[in-house]
Structures are given as C-alpha cells and as structure tokens.
C-alpha cells in the first residue's frame, strides 16, 4: 500500500519553515520549500506533540524525507495554512510517509 501512495504524492505545495515569533507575536519564516503531497479533505483529529487534540478538515500526506513541523505555514491550493499536527509513519526504521493535519 505504502508504494501505491508514495505513487499519488505528486501535488505542487510550497512550505515556509517557522523559525521563532518576533516581539509582537507574529511569526517568523525562514527556508521556503517546493515539494509535493496528496491531500486529502475529510475532518479528523489528532494530537500535536504538545498532546492537545487538534481538528484538521486537510490532511497532506508527504514523503517522509521531508522536513515539516508544527508552526510551519503550507501554502496549498493558494491559500496559507498552519500546520496543526504532523504524524510520521516510519518503514525499517526509517521516516516512510508523513501526514501534515492543517
């Protein structure tokens, strides 16, 4: 199963990491990177590291090599979400699929 989805991964989405917050609250980005994902929209929820639940209406699959954290702004579809949650599922203990709850 996990080849036939690595296979679907093949939508444009652009990440700009978060870096910190400045003295106003408003965050700061750094790196912005062009990658790919399959998306899907079906509301969900899921814990953030944090352990809070988190409701997600989106959620990315990506490839495991990618990095993505919570803060992390997605711009998908033209609109800019804040990633809520990021579960990673690994393969001989490497990181295979990551899903990115926004």
């Known amino acids: 199963m996990y080849n036939s989805l690595k ?12 870096i910190k917050r400045n003295s106003t609250g408003e965050p700061i ?7 790919f994902c399959y998306p899907r929209a079906r509301a969900d929820v899921a814990m953030n590291r944090r352990g809070v639940e988190v409701k997600s209406n989106t ?4 490839d495991g090599i990618e990095s993505i954290k919570e803060e ?3 711009i998908f579809e033209d609109f800019e979400y804040i ?6 599922f690994y393969r ?5 699929i990551k899903v990115v709850f926004i």
């Open 83 to 88: 990633v809520k949650a990021v579960i990673t």
């Open 72 to 74: 992390d702004a997605v």
């Open 29 to 35: 980005y750094g790196d912005i990177i062009k990658t």
């Open 92 to 96: 001989a203990g490497t990181a295979d």
């Open 59 to 62: 959620q990315l699959y990506m």
């Open 7 to 18: 296979s679907w991964v093949d939508i444009p989405v652009t990440v700009k990491s978060f």
